[in-house]
């Protein structure tokens, strides 16, 4: 596992989750290892390693500082769009105050860990795309939640995105109408990194369109 063994030291997120019982439990099963010594190299100075197929459930994510972990047997036809979604998580890594203030300017604030019901964070799926900074709210109030569904039986692809209210404690599966309004109903909502990477990842031709994105 030694190509990964620079972006654990840089993220630690493998002591995370092992520091985290039901994140640690819904990885009990699955292999996180590449399946060879091989580092392809990619566009915008970026690399991949093939992963065994059960590593983090077979989704494709990022590590530091450059590197796109694909599962190996990943569909052909979803390879392209899949690996521009990836290089917007590794351009979020290297601009990550560019990308805060992007974020802002669309309505989107950090929220503190200490600020939300620890029962609800110790039911959040760690994600190596979003562990430095986790939460976010909408609109000053709104906080997208990726809650395991059975914290009994935590599996990582059975998550449902509930969004919790900071001003009356109450949490529900709706989005809030204004993030509806400006998002649609988006296939991945937990997190401001991952509704801009879905949304870059459409139009992806080369890594000079997620600059022109972000000076939209
Ligand atoms: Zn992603």
Same mark, same amino acid.
């Given at each position: 596992?030694?190509?990964?063994?620079?972006?654990?030291?840089?993220?630690?997120?493998?002591?995370?989750?092992?520091?985290?019982?039901?994140?640690?439990?819904?990885?009990?099963?699955?292999?996180?290892?590449?399946?060879?010594?091989?580092?392809?190299?990619?566009?915008?100075?970026?690399?991949?390693?093939?992963?065994?197929?059960?590593?983090?459930?077979?989704?494709?994510?990022?590590? *530091?500082?450059?590197?796109?972990?694909?599962?190996?047997?990943? *569909?052909?036809?979803?390879?392209?769009?899949?690996?521009?979604?990836?290089?917007?998580?590794?351009?979020?890594?290297?601009?990550?105050?560019?990308?805060?203030?992007?974020?802002?300017?669309?309505?989107?604030?950090?929220?503190?860990?200490?600020?939300?019901?620890?029962?609800?964070?110790?039911?959040?799926?760690?994600?190596?795309?979003?562990?430095?900074? *986790?939460?976010?709210?909408?609109?000053?109030?709104?906080?997208?939640?990726?809650?395991?569904?059975?914290?009994?039986? *935590?599996?990582?692809?059975?998550?449902?995105? @509930?969004?919790?209210?900071?001003?009356?404690?109450?949490? @529900?599966?709706?989005?809030?109408?204004?993030?509806?309004?400006?998002?649609?109903?988006?296939?991945?909502?937990?997190?401001?990194?991952?509704?801009?990477?879905?949304?870059?990842?459409?139009?992806?031709?080369?890594?000079?369109?997620?600059?022109?994105?972000?000076?939209?």
């Amino acid at each position: 596992m030694y190509q990964l063994r620079e972006a654990e030291s840089l993220d630690r997120f493998f002591q995370r989750v092992s520091e985290n019982p039901v994140n640690r439990k819904a990885r009990e099963n699955l292999s996180y290892l590449p399946v060879n010594n091989y580092t392809e190299k990619w566009m915008g100075n970026t690399e991949i390693v093939t992963m065994n197929p059960t590593a983090e459930a077979g989704m494709p994510h990022t590590r *530091p500082p450059n590197i796109i972990c694909m599962p190996q047997y990943f *569909p052909e036809s979803k390879r392209d769009e899949t690996l521009a979604h990836e290089y917007v998580h590794i351009h979020q890594r290297r601009n990550i105050d560019r990308w805060n203030r992007f974020f802002q300017k669309e309505g989107w604030s950090q929220v503190d860990v200490s600020e939300l019901p620890e029962r609800m964070v110790s039911r959040c799926r760690m994600n190596p795309d979003t562990i430095d900074q *986790p939460f976010w709210r909408w609109k000053d109030r709104y906080v997208p939640l990726p809650l395991y569904e059975r914290e009994d039986k *935590p599996k990582l692809r059975d998550v449902v995105i @509930q969004w919790y209210d900071m001003e009356t404690g109450a949490r @529900q599966p709706e989005a809030p109408r204004s993030f509806l309004e400006l998002y649609g109903s988006a296939p991945q909502p937990e997190h401001p990194r991952e509704l801009l990477a879905v949304e870059i990842a459409k139009i992806f031709k080369s890594p000079l369109d997620v600059d022109d994105y972000l000076r939209r």
